[in-house]
């Protein structure tokens, strides 16, 4: 199997965003957990989406996570490798979008990166350097309540140099507008400047198209799904992939029973909560007596369980800004992200142990706690529940899971989801 594409994801609702994203532009793909082991077993495919849990993790050991996944994609081929990181650029002072970016160019040998989380479909865009979720900067949408990653400097010129070597250039929706060849001419320029790492604008898909043409030029980028569809249209126009209709047939019904786990406290996941209250029994956790060591996961599964023959239920220990502030201010930020996550994880575990099979899952970080502790391997790609969101089949055992970036899905994303999971 020779690879077009090898894409290495820093968290698995990232990763299952862009396996989503490919599928639709025509490329067969699967997703990994994690650095695939050498035999794992993996159908005919065009593209592989390496899902990391590195966005929140010390930069050194993203560089290591993201360097063996490289090593991997590389061995079988891949041509071009791209970094999935956040449409709305997920990230701190401290990395990892700089340091691994870095990483991955030196080992590749490339004197600049092409860096864009532009994503017109789900409303992220760049204008002079500048993020726009929906019709508001970065550093004024809800993203800047984040509970690990505020973002609270729209300018990614800036966000990136405080967090890389090399230094950032831009590469501005002018010279995106006269095509490839320019795009291409500005790296080289910026490059010869001293620059490691560009930012480039992109407010429409044609200009995706403009950017993964003058990618794919080069080893590596990094960017979200938007630059993800860009490079997969390149391939496809340069004859390196023939687009195949995307296989959402994934095989008969699994039935079973059916849960949803929500850890993001993102503005659109509150909502759907909200919303799913009128179509399952929902229970809120109580981050204060999860971590003042109360049992929250083991009540939480036992309420679960008097429920879950009678239809799906929800758990979720999504709360607002300031609940989340407060709950950091006494047990600290990464303490209490890492034990809410542990104990969705548990809760996960409990349910599968007693019958779940249609899993749902709100959160980037809380998705890759599950998946991990569930031990799954890879996913194989099915139809699209919202924008980003597809719903995913287990290639070792019958379960379907849908990964739900926190920001992504419609108001009942919940209820939608369950319904394309047979
Ligand atoms: N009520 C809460 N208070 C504090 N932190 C929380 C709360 N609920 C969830 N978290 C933590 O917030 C983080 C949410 O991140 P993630 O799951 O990636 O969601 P998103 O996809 O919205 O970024 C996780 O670390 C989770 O454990
Ligand atoms: O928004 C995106 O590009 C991805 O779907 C993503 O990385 C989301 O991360 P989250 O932590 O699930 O919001």
């Known amino acids: 199997m020779t690879l077009a594409l090898g894409c290495i994801a820093d968290d698995y609702t990232g990763a299952s965003d862009l396996a989503n994203t490919l599928t639709k532009a025509g490329l067969r793909t699967v997703q990994t957990i994690g650095v695939p082991a050498d035999d794992l077993a993996l159908p005919e495919v065009d593209a592989v989406v390496v899902s990391l849990k590195s966005r929140s993790i010390p930069a050194e050991e993203a560089v290591a996570r993201s360097r063996e996944a490289a090593a991997w994609l590389t061995a079988r081929g891949a041509g071009h490798l791209l970094f999935k990181v956040c449409s709305t650029f997920d990230s701190t002072d401290a990395g990892n979008i700089g340091p691994v970016t870095d990483a991955l160019r030196e080992d590749a040998g490339e004197a600049i990166a092409l860096v864009t989380p532009a994503f017109p479909e789900t409303a992220r865009t760049v204008y002079l350097g ?86 794919l030029t080069r080893k590596i980028s990094t960017g979200a799904s938007g630059l993800g569809l860009g490079l ?28 949803c786990l929500a850890g993001s406290c993102s503005q659109a996941t509150l909502g759907q909560i909200a919303r799913a209250e009128a179509a399952m029994p929902v229970r809120r956790l109580d981050p204060a007596r999860l971590l003042a060591g109360e049992d929250e996961a083991g009540a939480a599964l036992a309420w679960a369980m008097e429920r879950i023959g009678d239809g799906p239920v929800l758990m979720a220990s999504s709360a607002g800004p300031e609940d989340v502030a407060a709950v950091q201010a006494r047990y600290g930020r990464d ?88």
């Open 130 to 215: 500048h993020l726009f979720v929906g019709a508001v900067p970065l550093a004024e949408s809800p993203l800047k309540d984040h509970p690990l990653n505020p973002m609270r400097d729209s300018n990614l010129v800036r966000v990136l140099a405080r967090q890389s070597r090399a230094g950032v250039g831009l590469i501005d929706l002018a010279t995106v507008a006269k095509g490839g060849d320019a795009v291409s001419a500005r790296l080289d320029a910026l490059a010869r400047d001293g620059k490691g790492a560009a930012i480039a604008d992109a407010v429409l898909d044609r200009d995706l198209a403009v950017l993964g043409a003058a990618a």
């Open 232 to 259: 997969a249209r390149a391939l496809v126009a340069a004859g390196r992939v023939a687009p195949a209709a995307a296989d959402t047939d994934l095989g008969g019904p699994i039935g079973g029973r059916a849960a």
């Open 335 to 422: 303490a209490a992200g890492h034990a809410i996550e542990a104990a969705m994880a548990r809760i996960a575990e409990g349910l599968v142990t007693h019958g779940v099979r249609r899993l749902v899952v709100a959160g980037g970080e809380t998705s890759g706690a599950v998946v991990d502790r569930l031990g799954l391997p890879a996913f194989r790609v099915g139809p699209e529940i919202a924008a980003g969101v597809p719903v995913l089949r287990t290639t070792d055992r019958d379960m379907w899971l849908a990964l739900k970036s926190g920001n992504f899905g419609g108001p009942d994303f919940f209820a939608d989801a369950l319904t394309l999971m047979p």
